[in-house]
């Protein structure tokens, strides 16, 4: 049986949610969130929540793991079975072991990881709730608790996705944008530096749609950059 597409950008301009086309969706960020975790961070997306945990820098067992020169990262990204509308299975997936590499990589890039050869840190993002953007609130969070964990970086990473619905490009899209658009474009970066750590494509854009996609998601992600360093603010210098 087939669903008939939902109105996603309303006759007035707006999305189906009410927000611009340039408008995040409500965002909330908490750093040290577990105490049994080095470091931790709890952001929302909307009703997209994730919590991602940070172990080490700590001796790398098995001692085969080590590399010699820096430290190794390793990164879990989860959806718990409860996530999602649908029962998911708590097997990790394909599509769990791809991000869990994606996100990966673009904390690879951020992280001195020179300064602690021969051990590992153990990066667990878990998506409590999934609403659109979990890959990209993952790599935010994540990001956030490494810096709780008072892991030396080269800067933070923020990173939200952009959409095409209704031939419209959209800041930080949900699952409804994600499941009926055209396209999505998660976008990573490290705002002081301008360096982007993630850019993923699905769907097709212009090469003129692929620039102001890029353009919106930059604007976007200075909010969030903003509100990752006050999360990170409220508890070292606010006794939060």
Known sequence: MMHEKPILIREDGLRHDGRKPE???????????????????????????????????????????????????????????????????????????????VIREALEAAVFTELYPRTTIDVFIEVLQADGGTRTTGLTAASL??????????????AVAVGKVDGVLVLDIDQLEDEY?????PVGIMPNLGEIVLLQLNGVLT????????DLAYRGLKEVYRLQK???????????
């Not at 090469?207 to 890029?214: H, I, Q, S, T, V």
Request: hydrophobic share 40%; charged share 30%; glycine share 6%.
């Open 181 to 185: 658009g055209e396209a999505d474009m």
């Open 23 to 101: 408008d995040l969706r409500p965002i909330k960020m908490r750093v040290g969130v577990l105490k049994n975790a080095d470091g931790s961070a709890l952001v929302e997306f909307g009703k997209t929540k994730v919590i991602a945990a940070v172990y080490g820098p700590r001796e790398a067992k098995p001692r085969h793991v080590a590399l010699p020169d820096r430290a190794l990262i390793r990164c879990r990204y989860h959806m718990a079975p409860f996530s999602t509308d649908d029962r998911k299975s708590p097997a990790p997936s394909r599509r769990e072991i791809e991000l869990s590499k």
């Open 230 to 240: 006050e999360a990170l603010y409220r508890k070292y210098y606010s006794g939060y």
């Open 145 to 158: 608790a490494l810096a709780d964990a008072g892991i030396p970086m080269r800067d933070l990473v923020a």
């Open 207 to 214: 090469p003129d749609e692929f620039r102001k996609a890029l």
